[in-house]
C-alpha cells in the first residue's frame, strides 16, 4: 500500500495571503492524484484530479501540481470559504489510498 | 445533475447487523463504479473499496476486506455497504462517492451516513 504523507498537519494563513500544501507519496504514483477539499460536516469536494487538472466548478485561484512522488496544491489570495481540510489521494496503485489531510486555518 | 443519496444516520448496539444505502441519480447508474469510504471521528478518509453496480464486481482495500460487504440493485440505482457484526469501533462517517469514468478520482459523493455503535 502507498502511503501518502501531507504537510504541514496545520497550516495558519491569513485572508488575502497565498497557501501552499505538499503531498508526499511513497514511491511513484506518475500524475495520478487528485485533491479534496473537505468543510466541517459536509462531503469531500473534487478539486483536482491528474495531479494538475480542475475540476468543473474550481476557481482559477487553485493550482495544483507535481508528479511521481511530490505534490504541491496552491491556493492565491486565499477566500474565507478556503479554510477547510484538504486531502491528496493516489489512484496509481491498488488500494488507493489519502493523505491524512492538512488542515488550512484562518491566522 | 448527478446525485448520490445516503440513507440516515444509524445507532446500532456492538453484534448488530447493518446495511446503509446510497441512491444514484442524474446519471447512468450502471456506468460508474461506487466507491465506499471511512471518516472516523474527528479523523481523516480511508478508502474502502469500490463496486461495479452494473456487474457487482467488487473490490476491498485490504484493511476491509472480511470486515464489510459491498452490494448493488441496480433496478433501484443503489448501492449498499453492510455489516455482520458491529463493533464500537466501526462508528464513523460513512461516504459513498462515484469513481470518475477516466480515472480513479471520486467526482460526486454523498452526503455521509454517520453510523454510532454503542452498548
Known amino acids: 500500500e502507498i502511503v501518502m504523507t501531507q504537510s504541514p498537519a496545520t497550516l495558519s494563513v491569513s485572508p488575502g495571503e497565498r497557501a501552499t500544501l505538499s503531498c508526499r507519496a511513497g514511491?511513484?504514483?506518475?500524475?495520478?492524484l487528485a485533491w479534496y477539499q473537505q468543510k466541517p460536516g459536509q462531503a469531500p469536494r473534487l478539486l483536482f484530479y491528474?495531479?494538475?487538472t480542475r475540476a468543473t466548478g474550481i476557481p482559477a485561484r487553485f493550482s495544483g501540481s507535481g508528479s511521481g512522488t511530490e505534490f504541491t496544491l496552491t491556493l492565491s489570495s486565499l477566500q474565507s470559504e478556503d479554510f477547510a481540510v484538504y486531502y491528496c489521494?493516489?489512484?496509481?496503485?491498488?488500494?488507493?489510498?489519502f493523505g491524512q489531510g492538512t488542515k488550512l486555518e484562518i491566522k | 445533475e448527478v446525485q448520490l443519496v445516503q440513507s440516515g444516520a444509524e445507532v446500532k448496539k456492538p453484534g448488530e447487523s447493518l446495511k446503509i444505502s446510497c441512491k444514484g441519480s442524474?446519471?447512468?447508474?450502471?456506468?460508474?463504479?461506487i466507491g465506499w469510504v471511512r471518516q472516523l471521528p474527528g479523523k481523516g478518509l480511508e478508502w474502502m473499496g469500490i463496486?461495479?453496480?452494473?456487474?457487482?464486481?467488487?473490490r476491498y482495500s485490504p484493511s476491509f476486506q472480511g470486515q464489510v460487504t459491498f452490494s448493488a440493485d441496480k433496478s433501484i440505482s443503489t448501492a449498499y455497504l453492510q455489516w455482520s457484526s458491529l463493533k464500537a469501533s466501526d462508528t464513523a462517517t460513512y461516504y459513498c462517492?462515484?469513481?470518475?469514468?477516466?480515472?480513479?478520482?471520486?467526482?460526486?459523493w454523498g452526503q455521509g451516513t454517520l453510523v454510532t455503535v454503542s452498548s
Open positions: 489521494q493516489q489512484y496509481n496503485n491498488w488500494p488507493f489510498t
Open positions: 514511491q511513484s504514483v506518475s500524475s495520478n
Open positions: 462517492a462515484r469513481l470518475s469514468a477516466v480515472a480513479g478520482e471520486f467526482d460526486s
Open positions: 491528474g495531479a494538475s
Open positions: 463496486i461495479n453496480p452494473g456487474d457487482s464486481d467488487t
Open positions: 442524474g446519471y447512468s447508474f450502471t456506468r460508474y463504479w
